[in-house]
């Protein structure tokens, strides 16, 4: 049945209206004198609206609308392993917005409270060594934890040393032959196992996508590559594992997609993870040398513009895409909702 609108000099029109309408405003000592129920202003001494119920005046409810905000969180990654060693593992992965780690579905969003403050922490990537590499530090936003990646394994002076689990795992040295290390659900993959004589090549490091590669007599193991994500709009590839490193000779492996660093067969250090990617650093080709470091992690927020706030702190890069406001942390800071 249609509507039939009806035009009437009592009844006031906002059909048609694209804009605003001017309520009554004033202090609290201008209220009308004898008010009746329904009527409605603007106080200008609270600075609030409000409506009388036949006896009182009440504040009308004027509650912030909650902020929804996708995320992406890259731990930092492992440290590439010494003396032939394994490509650290690439920081943990994980995002609302896309694929996440492991190539796993994307996660919920978070609902923010207003004027609510949320901490985000930045990972520091792992160091490498010429004796036990170091693990990524975790990266988070709230409740949204990801592990660092894992250290690399390595045939250290000190003796001979395993990679470690991560949020993806590192590559086993060689000469010792170790297996790779695991990653962690939904945030990254495993790291590659090493090889013995003649090269003694370790494996590459996990990535976020793929696991890294075992490596064979004469042939280090890549890195695992990491994951696409356009939350910033542009489609960066971030969190790819460490190559592992060999013996003067034979072939290096190659870091991952994303960043991963490249392991050495000349005798030198390992290439250092890609700079807030969360990506592994590569495994050194020499006695004594130092693999690569793994590179720092990053927290990308991604919320609607005419919910925010612009309360920060840590000096997050902010950038807009459409009716989007993004916010990046390669720094530990806070977001106030």
Do not use: C
Not at 16 to 27: H, N, R, V
Not at 37 to 51: C, H, K, L, Q, S
Not at 185 to 193: I, M
Not at 316 to 332: A, M
């Amino acid at each position: 049945m249609a509507t039939t609108k009806i035009n009437h000099p009592d009844l006031l029109d906002l059909d048609s209206s694209t804009g605003a309408t001017a309520f009554p405003k004033g202090t609290t000592t201008e209220r009308p004198v004898s008010p009746e129920a329904g009527y409605i202003r603007f106080n200008t001494t609270d600075n609030v609206m409000e409506t009388y119920d036949g006896t009182e005046w009440l504040i009308l409810d004027t509650a912030p609308l909650p902020t929804t905000s996708d995320y992406l969180v890259i731990a930092g990654g492992g440290g590439g392993g010494t003396y032939n060693g394994g490509g650290g593992g690439a920081g943990g992965y994980r995002t609302s917005y896309g694929t996440s780690g492991a190539n796993s579905s994307a996660e919920t969003n978070l609902t923010l409270t207003a004027s609510t403050q949320y901490s985000i922490i930045v990972g520091a990537g792992g160091v490498g060594s010429t004796g036990q590499a170091t693990s990524g530090a975790n990266s988070s936003f709230d409740s949204i934890i990801s592990i660092g990646g894992g250290a690399a394994g390595a045939n250290a002076g000190t003796g001979r040393v395993p990679g470690l689990d991560g949020g993806s795992g590192g590559g086993g040295g060689g000469e010792t032959v170790s297996s790779g290390s695991s990653g962690t659900a939904s945030q990254g993959l495993g790291g590659g196992s090493g090889a013995g004589s003649p090269g003694y090549p370790g494996g590459g490091g996990g990535g976020a996508s793929v696991i890294g590669a075992n490596a064979s007599t004469t042939i280090a193991g890549n890195g695992g590559g990491g994951i696409a994500s356009s939350i910033t709009s542009a489609s960066i590839t971030r969190a790819g594992g460490g190559g592992g490193g060999t013996r003067v000779g034979y072939t290096a492996g190659t870091g991952g997609a994303g960043g991963g660093g490249n392991g050495d067969n000349s005798g030198t250090i390992g290439q250092n993870g890609g700079t807030n990617t969360g990506s592994g650093g590569g495994g050194a080709g020499g006695n004594a040398q130092v693999g690569g470091n793994g590179g720092a992690g990053v927290v990308i927020l991604r919320l609607p513009t005419y919910l925010y706030t612009g309360t920060t702190t840590g000096a997050p890069t902010v950038t807009t895409d459409g009716s989007n406001t993004i916010l990046t942390y390669t720094s530990s800071g806070t977001y106030t909702a």
